[in-house]
């Protein structure tokens, strides 16, 4: 029989190095030795947690807790695997016993900060960063947490000055350099932001966020043949997931001659990617190339009236051979797209007359004295900047004109706003809407769109309605520099955000705008 305590250390050496295959094995040779021994249960418990097998690491904990064994090392652990699993509020009960038991533990401090943001409570947040640093001021990733917080909260110059310590800490920090980047691109400091983004890949040649961040900058920037040529990095970051190149065929990029063939477009990320990069799609000479294109489910019947040359589907199955592959949204590249040839040929996509007629019986008829104009607060709230672009009705419900009829463009709307939605001017028939062509016959019955930055804003513009979009201060990328205007689509009309304005004062300036234009 193997010593005990050579098999433990053996174990414990290959897990430090990495070698969690032959770990795994040591350790469960010592577990059927010493089947008891909770220190030992307790590594093996974390090294399923390192190779990912996270339900049966959960287990291991769940049953020493379910002994009544309360060691903060468990309950820790365990919090943190509920994190990966974005259990969020499994994992807050977790870490709150493991700081009951050790009120000074900084890494269950910091945890709970980071839980707490993912949560979206990022004030609360602080509060734990700031006693993580208290209790240790030498871990440069509580300094990161703390600054990550802090640009949630648009407190930019503060984040950068936890970013500087982090760095101070450790100068090799890839990731204090990128978010330094983000917060210094929110100020406007844009050159500073590329050699940070630029540093940050340096030091870690794998940290392709990096790459992926400034190509977005670049194409702000209206930078696009760098840009784009740059944003195919994103393809190669560990959280892209992209249903993709089934057939393992060649990608293209705009070098192959297509004439006879066929390529395989793939929608990626929101729906309001798939809206906007669909033009793209006329592009190909369709009299000699086939194409496919896959969209998600609830855009595919609006985008079938894209072309009627093209096949469009919502899933991968029986899907025809295919000689190419390309991103929906490696499409500028591939047409070499510069600002100047955007192209502009709007409206691009349309919905039924038969859909148009059914919509019209439901809203009933035009108010001679009102403008109708439909109305969207609020975007994905799984989007990591949700928070910047959308509203409550809550903030907004006493400013809305009577000149106006306020037609609702969401299919679902959140509970925060569901519960008061009554109390406002807003008319919302969406219980009948099926997807997005429903959506765009309601868009052509009204006036005039009015939209944040959401998947209804490209869908109206791509219509060819009028948009009026209110961004923040800061907006997504694809919305370039512009104050005003867009060269993705000469009929968005954009109200943006100044420094300390809220949504109150750009929801006046919109309607007043809208009165100004439409008021018969």
Excluded at 99 to 125: C, M, T
Excluded at 223 to 245: A, M, P, S, T, V
Excluded at 402 to 431: F, G, P, V
């Amino acid at each position: 029989m193997p010593d005990i305590n050579d098999l433990l250390n053996n174990a414990i050496n290959n897990h430090k190095n990495k070698n969690y295959k032959k770990a795994k094995d040591l350790y469960e040779k010592a577990i059927k030795i010493l089947p008891s021994n909770i220190d030992l249960k307790i590594y093996y418990g974390t090294l399923l947690h390192d190779i990912g097998l996270y339900e049966n690491s959960i287990k291991i904990f769940t049953n020493l807790i379910n002994q009544k064994i309360k060691l903060p090392i468990i309950f820790y652990n365990r919090a943190n695997i509920y994190m990966k699993l974005k259990s969020y509020d499994d994992a807050l009960s977790d870490i709150e016993i493991c700081l009951s038991l050790n009120s000074k533990n900084d890494q269950a401090l910091n945890i709970k900060g980071l839980i707490l943001a993912r949560l979206k409570k990022h004030e609360e947040s602080l509060k734990y960063f700031n006693e993580a640093i208290e209790y240790n001021n030498k871990k440069p990733h509580y300094y990161l947490n703390k600054g990550n917080a802090l640009g949630r909260l648009s407190k930019f110059n503060d984040a950068i000055c936890e970013f500087n310590k982090s760095i101070k800490i450790s100068s090799n920090y890839y990731k204090a350099y990128y978010s330094r980047a983000l917060a210094k691109e929110e100020l406007g400091l844009f050159d500073e932001s590329i050699k940070d983004y630029e540093k940050s890949y340096f030091i870690n040649n794998e940290y392709f966020q990096a790459l992926t961040a400034k190509s977005r900058l670049l194409i702000r920037l209206g930078k696009f043949q760098d840009g784009w040529k740059l944003y195919e990095n994103r393809l190669k970051e560990n959280n892209f997931i992209l249903n993709n190149n089934k057939q393992n065929k060649p990608v293209w990029l705009g070098k192959e001659n297509l004439d006879y063939k066929t390529i395989l477009l793939h929608h990626e990320q929101g729906l309001g990617d798939t809206l906007q990069f669909c033009r793209y799609v006329k592009l190909f000479d369709t009299s000699k190339t086939n194409v496919v294109l896959i969209v998600q489910k609830q855009l595919l019947n609006i985008i079938k009236s894209l072309d009627d040359k093209i096949i469009v589907k919502s899933d991968t199955s029986n899907l025809p051979s295919y000689d190419y592959f390309c991103p929906l949204m490696s499409l500028p590249l591939a047409f070499n797209s510069i600002k100047e040839t955007i192209p502009v040929n709007i409206p691009y996509i349309s919905t039924s007359q038969d859909k148009i007629k059914y919509w019209k019986n439901i809203l009933g008829p035009h108010k001679e004295d009102k403008i109708r104009v439909g109305f969207a607060w609020s975007g994905n709230p799984n989007q990591i900047n949700d928070h910047k672009r959308s509203f409550t009705l809550s903030e907004v419900k006493d400013d809305m004109s009577d000149d106006i009829e306020w037609i609702n463009l969401h299919n679902s709307i959140r509970t925060i706003d569901a519960n008061i939605i009554s109390e406002t001017k807003i008319k919302s028939i969406q219980s009948k809407v099926n997807d997005f062509s429903d959506t765009a016959a309601i868009c052509e019955l009204v006036d005039v769109v009015l939209s944040v930055d959401t998947s209804i804003a490209h869908l109206a513009a791509s219509l060819g309605k009028t948009v009026y979009l209110m961004l923040p201060f800061y907006p997504d990328f694809r919305w370039m520099q512009d104050d005003t205007t867009t060269p993705w689509y000469p009929n968005i009309k954009i109200i943006k955000h100044k420094k300390k304005s809220n949504w109150s004062e750009l929801i006046t300036i919109a309607q007043n705008h809208i009165i100004n234009n439409y008021k018969k």
